[in-house]
């Protein structure tokens, strides 16, 4: 899972994890499911590179759903020209 590139973890995921900081893809693979995580938006990027592979895989863990909550309650929005951070859990 290590070397999955995005655009090939994007194609295969079956959820999509979001920050604010970059995006997590969990796929199944050998064993169960793993989430990759893509860290574009430290380098101040709005989305990685296709062929990037990612720089943490979590995993495996039985199902989607076991990877940690707050990495799906956060989002990037664009309003006005700027973009901001929105913690949706508040």
Not at 40 to 62: H, I, M, N, Y
Not at 81 to 88: A, P, T
């Amino acid at each position: 899972m290590r070397e999955v590139p995005y655009r090939e973890a994007e194609a295969r995921a079956v959820r999509v994890l979001v920050d604010g900081v970059g995006e997590g893809l969990v796929l199944l693979g050998q064993g169960g499911y793993y989430a990759l995580y893509y860290f574009f938006g430290l380098q101040g990027r709005r989305a990685p590179d296709p062929e990037e592979t990612p720089d943490w895989v979590e995993g495996p863990k039985p199902s989607p759903g076991d990877f940690p909550a707050p990495y799906d309650q956060a989002r990037w929005l664009e309003a006005n020209g700027y973009l901001l951070f929105v913690n949706e859990s508040k």
